[in-house]
């Protein structure tokens, strides 16, 4: 996978770089927004990125002026990756374009759980988009089974129905088992809104989620954070 990184900090992005590559990931790295718009620009003769991580606080440009910029030009999956920690930064974030939002300090796990997460939707969408003749994706969890594509749930091999926004709130958490998607997000991906005067919204869905799935303990609630699945051993 290639992935850009936007990064002014050159020890920040070196410690990165390493841990990233020693993952598999190719990286190149851009050091402020018009850097980073130029990496962008369609080349036949190189990959196009699968994802790209952006920090906020750059020199020339701030990082959301350069989401709005890459969104408007390439629907490249964007990671924010950055110590703004405030809700409001993160609602102006998502709501912006980005397909994530991530705080530092951060675990590396979460990031590259985050970074796989973002890649898999990508590759769905374009196997869509283009056709493909490709079998249905598939999550498997604590006795769930639940098909992307046709957007079927089993639970113990039966049937269950789940409303539109419950299917889309269970495929987002299951994309990134046990990693904590923050309320605002889960309200920005799956409502296509912002926080405010939905939270309550949330947490009726989770609650049935909780009850049709048969398995209250599945989804967890990290007070005061947001929600995440977690995947019971056997």
């Known amino acids: 996978m290639r992935l850009l990184l936007v990064e ?7 410690a990165l770089i ?12 851009a050091r402020n927004g018009e850097e980073a718009l130029d990496a962008l620009l369609p080349d036949e003769g190189r990959t196009p990125f699968a994802v790209v991580l952006l920090d906020l606080g750059l020199p020339d440009q701030d ?12 629907d490249t999956p964007v990671i924010m990756v950055t110590a703004r920690a405030d809700v409001r930064s993160r609602i102006h974030g998502l709501n912006l374009g980005a397909d994530d939002y991530v705080v530092k300090p951060y675990d590396t796990g979460e990031l590259l759980a985050r970074i796989h997460a973002v890649g ?18 598939t999550l498997r969890f604590g006795g769930v089974l639940l098909c992307l594509d046709t957007r079927q749930v089993l639970v113990d091999d039966e049937p269950v129905q789940l409303t539109r926004k419950e299917f889309d709130l269970l495929a987002l958490l ?13 309200i920005s991906e799956v409502w296509r809104t912002s926080w405010e005067g939905t939270g309550r919204t949330l947490e009726v869905h989770v609650a049935s989620l909780r009850a049709k799935l048969r398995r209250p303990a599945l989804i967890e609630t990290v007070r005061g954070v947001g929600y995440r699945l977690i995947d019971p051993v056997g």
């Open 120 to 137: 898999r939707r990508r590759g769905l969408e374009e196997s869509e988009r283009q056709g493909e003749d490709r079998a249905p994706e």
């Open 18 to 29: 390493a841990v990233l590559s020693r993952h598999g990931f190719t990286v190149v790295h």
């Open 8 to 14: 002014d900090d050159n020890h920040v992005a070196a």
């Open 63 to 74: 990082g959301f002026e350069v989401c709005d910029r890459i969104r408007r030009r390439t």
């Open 174 to 186: 299951a994309q990134r088992p046990g990693v904590v998607c923050r309320r605002e997000q889960i």
